[in-house]
């Protein structure tokens, strides 16, 4: 078992569609990351959570330390949301990070 | 947003020869950079972590004289794959650790896509 699962693995969504990624993981954990990488490779960092909610934009993101959840919502999806989301935990100890293994997302017009 | 740049963002190369990768966090100090590997639909792995001005980490299975790190100073580390072969096809990527008083964070270069003929 990962220490960080995403679901689902792919989810493709017509254009308007609200989106909900989950994110799991078993460690203890100081701050999540939400990453997002287009098919050029290039990563984004869009969230930085410890706790509660962040919005931005279209994009908002929640987590629940005492359950060890986090979900990235987008609201209106749109196609150039396509893209593959990570999940990525800072755990207690260190500064290093590990990751999910990604969400696929295709956003149709 | 703090940023993290690589060069070059493409390298193609012979089998055998050594390839320089450079990170750079442009607008803070990073005492730690992080270096992974990526594989088509796979997600990042990290490869070692670079500490500045002593010797880099290697994550298990990553060979330290195939890949060397170097983190000469506060804005900068590099990585070398010597004498490449087309394994080594992949896409690296940096991240710079900033700290912070609240939370630390990672940022991201945007890769650098190395394929070994």
């Known amino acids: 078992k990962n220490e960080v699962e995403q679901s689902p693995q792919n989810l493709t969504a017509q254009e308007g569609e609200f989106i909900t990624i989950n994110c799991s993981y078993s460690?203890?954990?100081?701050?999540l990351h939400w990453l997002q990488q287009h098919p050029g490779g290039g990563i984004v960092s869009l969230f930085m959570?410890?706790?509660g909610k962040k919005k931005h934009g279209r994009l908002i993101a929640t987590i629940n330390i005492q359950e060890k959840h986090s979900s990235l919502h987008i609201t209106a999806s749109h196609p150039r949301d396509s893209a593959v989301y990570i999940c990525?935990?800072?755990?207690?100890?260190?500064?290093?990070?590990?990751f999910g293994e990604g969400t696929q997302l295709t956003v149709n017009p | 947003g703090a940023v993290v740049s690589q060069h070059p963002s493409r390298v193609i190369c012979k089998s055998g020869t050594s390839v320089k990768i450079e990170c750079r966090s442009l607008?803070?100090?990073?005492?730690?950079m992080f270096w992974y590997r990526q594989f088509p639909k796979q997600s990042l792995m990290l490869m070692a972590t670079s500490n500045e001005g002593s010797k880099a980490t290697y994550e298990q299975g990553v060979e330290k004289d195939k890949f060397l790190i170097n983190h000469a100073s506060l804005t900068l580390s590099t990585l070398t794959v010597t004498s490449a072969h087309p394994e080594d096809s992949s896409f690296y990527i940096c991240?710079?650790?900033?700290?912070?008083?609240?939370?630390?964070?990672?940022?991201f270069g945007p890769g650098t896509r190395l394929t070994v003929l």
């Open positions: 990525a935990v800072k755990e207690t100890s260190g500064s290093r990070l590990t």
């Open positions: 991240s710079a650790h900033k700290p912070g008083l609240d939370i630390d964070t990672q940022y």
């Open positions: 607008d803070f100090q990073a005492t730690t």
């Open positions: 959570l410890s706790s």
């Open positions: 460690v203890g954990i100081s701050a």
